[in-house]
């Protein structure tokens, strides 16, 4: 009697692998065979469930972007919960944040996996519609959180221009903090990570409040 194979955990077995791989050794090396080496599969077992090295690669960067959007969802409801201006607002913010920072080995893998992914996506066509999901995801995000700090208590509300900028200047440290942290972690730490995000929320709560100054009550 055959053996009965689950395929869904079978599939994540392989995209396991895939992460593996590109983790230590980059995108290029992620081929069907490779792959399947990496899995203890023959070539033939992977191949029945992706057919192509193409498929494998696009199904894998969609499962990082589920992953980090589950952590960043979750996060957001813990946020949620507290109550504007307290501290547990504040721990939630930095909590939340981290989620995009390679800060501990699962999110290591996830960040260097994800960033691998986005960055081939500029020249494989096919894992574009992921890459586009992946950045309209953490924008969404992050512009919610934007919102939501500049719009509390000795806060100003800041123009729809104003806020798009705040998103997009949040976006670009944390992709520089996750590219600081994965090439140089003996300086970047996770430490040091927290103490930039503190300065950076520290700077557009000040930001927002002058604006308040600017334009009146």
């Known amino acids: 009697m055959p053996k009965f194979v689950d395929a869904a955990l079978r599939r994540q077995e392989v995209v396991e692998a895939v992460f593996r791989i590109v983790a230590a050794d980059g995108l290029e090396r992620a081929s069907l065979r490779e792959v399947a080496d990496e899995a203890g599969l023959a070539v033939g077992s992977v191949r029945h469930y992706f057919a ?18 589950g952590r960043l969802e979750a996060a957001e409801d813990r946020l949620a ?14 909590a939340l944040l981290g989620e ?5 080995e699962e999110r290591a893998v996830d960040a260097c996996v994800w960033m691998a992914f986005k960055n081939a996506a500029r020249i494989k066509p096919f894992l574009a519609p992921e890459a586009d999901r992946s950045h309209r995801t953490v924008a969404a995000v992050v512009g919610r959180l934007i919102m939501e700090l500049t719009a509390g208590p000795g806060t ?21 903090l996750a590219m600081h942290a994965l090439l140089q972690p003996e300086w970047m730490t996770a430490q040091m990570c927290h103490d930039v995000l503190e300065a950076h929320l520290a700077s557009l709560g000040a930001g927002a409040a002058g604006n308040r100054r600017a334009t009146g009550p």
């Open 52 to 69: 192509s090295s193409d498929e494998l690669l696009a199904f894998s960067f969609g499962v990082v972007v589920d992953r980090i959007a």
């Open 81 to 94: 919960k507290a109550a504007p201006g307290s501290a547990e607002q504040h721990a939630g913010v930095i």
């Open 100 to 104: 995009l920072l390679p800060l501990d």
């Open 156 to 176: 100003g509300a800041l123009e729809q221009q104003e806020l798009v900028t705040e998103a997009e200047r949040l976006l670009a440290i944390l992709d520089g």
